[in-house]
């Protein structure tokens, strides 16, 4: 069992840089490392988008399609805490940002393949 929680949405204008936080309690018997995290995103009234995933050893993955090379994934297992760190934010980011939690060994691009989910933290960019 885990539970995520994200911190860091807010209110920014485009250009500007956020930096999430999504901090995991993990249930006895089982370690943070035992997870891959990735950060979802959904706007209103659009499907939930991945944007990028991290594996236990810090190897990250992103799609193709996604807005990961603006965005920067890392984390810290001591912590029980995967960042996401945002730059050069345009209003077409707009959307809640989730964390989630897999237990395959690679980070997996379909919502579906992961067990927990955080309640999200919204991102709004706007001038």
């Known amino acids: 069992q885990v539970q995520l929680v994200e911190s860091g949405g807010g209110l920014v204008q485009p250009g500007d840089s956020l930096s999430l936080a999504c901090v995991a309690s993990v249930a006895a018997g089982r370690t943070f490392g035992d997870y891959s995290i990735s950060w979802f995103r959904q706007a209103p009234g659009k499907e939930r988008e991945f944007v990028v995933g991290i594996d236990f050893s810090g190897g990250y993955l992103h799609d193709s399609n996604s807005p990961a090379a603006r965005f920067t994934i890392s984390r810290d297992n001591a912590k029980n805490t995967v960042f996401l760190q945002l730059n050069s934010l345009k209003p077409e980011d707009t959307a809640r940002y989730y964390c989630?939690?897999?237990?395959?060994?690679?980070?997996?691009?379909?919502?579906?393949?992961?067990?927990?989910w955080g309640q999200g933290t919204q991102v709004t960019v706007s001038s």
């Open positions: 989630a939690a897999s237990g395959l060994l690679l980070p997996p691009l379909r919502p579906n393949d992961y067990q927990y």
